[in-house]
Nanobody
Framework: QVQLVESGGGLVQAGGSLRLACAASGRIFKSYAMGWFRQAPGKEREFVAAISWSGDSTYYVDSVKGRFTISRDNAKNTVYLYMNSLKPEDTAVYYC?????????????????????WGQGTQVTVSS
């Protein structure tokens, strides 16, 4: 049974920072790369960032590269997303998930349509 619990979202001004966290079930966390996704109002869910099981490989979409940092703590079964220089267009519900198709390995995007389970997500709102 997959369990994913996201937290850390909130309201922040443009240019500000937030740290998101995702606690995952141990069975999943110990076996897979992990990723962050987001869904903005009226838009499709999109992949944002990925990290390998060991943490030595990461991948970001161009829109967040240089501003967001993904990391993981395997002892805590938790993956993080540090978001700096936030922009209004970063406003979205953020979700985490695992590399279900094993196509990413922390070095490539994770296909959004490959999941049948999502956590509740955490809302990030960036005001201008």
């Amino acid at each position: 049974q997959v369990q994913l619990v996201e937290s850390g979202g909130g309201l922040v001004q443009a240019g500000g920072s937030l740290r998101l966290a995702c606690a995952a079930s141990g069975r999943i966390f110990k076996s897979y790369a992990m990723g962050w996704f987001r869904q903005a109002p009226g838009k499709e869910r999109e992949f944002v960032a990925a990290i390998s099981w060991s943490g030595d490989s990461t991948y970001y979409v161009d829109s967040v590269k240089g501003r967001f940092t993904i990391s993981r703590d395997n002892a805590k079964n938790t993956v993080y997303l540090y978001m700096n220089s936030l922009k209004p267009e970063d406003t979205a519900v953020y979700y985490c998930n695992y590399d279900r198709t094993r196509r990413s390995w922390g070095r490539a995007p994770m296909p959004v349509d490959s999941y049948d389970y999502w956590g509740q997500g955490t809302q990030v709102t960036v005001s201008s």
